[in-house]
């Protein structure tokens, strides 16, 4: 069954801005914790923003004051605004959930391409 379903990817200029959402369903929606990875072309995958288990969030360095990740726990929905967007944010994003003790789900990803 379905459990995690990413919206919201695109095109945009640089500088733009883009808003993902991710709505969990099943198990998933009672993951421990629930963010986002993305991965470019012919790169690995990559950790981009997360709620940890304590629900602090987390960024990696490259993004801090441009994404903001954000949650509706009474929708099982978790965001990724994405602001001043420069052309190396261009990847495939994926939403990622944890639920103890060892279960892992990803969505099927959503391209984000920021191109003139």
């Known amino acids: 069954q379905v459990q995690l379903v990413e919206s919201g990817g695109g095109l945009v200029q640089p500088g733009g801005s883009l808003r993902l959402s991710c709505a969990a369903s099943g198990s998933a929606a009672r993951a421990n914790a629930m963010g986002w990875y993305r991965q470019a072309p012919g790169k690995q995958r990559d950790f981009v923003a997360i709620?940890?288990?304590?629900?602090?969030?987390h960024y990696v360095n490259s993004v801090k004051g441009r994404f903001t990740i954000s949650r509706d726990n009474t929708k099982s929905t978790v965001y990724l605004q994405m602001n001043n967007l420069k052309p190396e944010d261009t990847a495939v994003y994926y939403c990622?959930?944890?639920?103890?003790?060892?279960?892992?789900?990803w969505g099927q990803g959503t391209q984000v391409t920021v191109s003139s």
């Open positions: 990622w959930a944890w639920a103890a003790p060892d279960t892992t789900y």
């Open positions: 709620f940890g288990v304590g629900g602090t969030p």
